[in-house]
């Protein structure tokens, strides 16, 4: 059985940082991207950010130059560093991991349960 779970999310005001770490557990053989994704009421689910386990990283024009992508191997975490938060950064921030549980499995996406992140004054 694999977990995904995410944290780090609260209220910020705007102008403000966060950090955003999401680990896996469990059953896991090797992770190859993961990634970070958000939503907000009504609206579907949008491209944040995603990491190759090389490192090879890519975000949303939305939040180039604000946030930044990174990994641990050995910790099966990803991170996401928000810089600069403006008010329509706010949103439900899901994590996934694409990973396979064994040798002869392939690769699966799984997804954490979501942590808010809140940009007001």
């Known amino acids: 059985q694999v977990q995904i779970v995410e944290s780090g999310g609260g209220l910020v005001q705007p102008g403000g940082s966060l950090r955003l770490s999401c680990a896996a557990s469990g059953t896991i053989f090797s992770i190859y991207t993961m990634g970070w994704f958000r939503q907000v009421p009504e609206k579907q689910r949008e491209w944040v950010a995603q990491?190759?386990?090389?490192?090879?990283?890519d975000s949303a024009d939305s939040v180039k130059g604000r946030f930044a992508i990174s990994r641990d191997n050995a910790k099966n975490t990803v991170y996401l560093e928000m810089n600069s938060l403006k008010p329509e950064d706010t949103a439900v921030y899901y994590c996934?991991?694409?990973?396979?549980?064994?040798?002869?499995?392939?690769?699966?996406?799984?997804w954490g349960q979501g942590t808010q992140v809140t940009v007001s004054s």
């Open positions: 996934k991991a694409v990973l396979s549980v064994g040798r002869f499995f392939g690769p699966v996406a799984y």
């Open positions: 990491i190759t386990r090389s490192g090879i990283t």
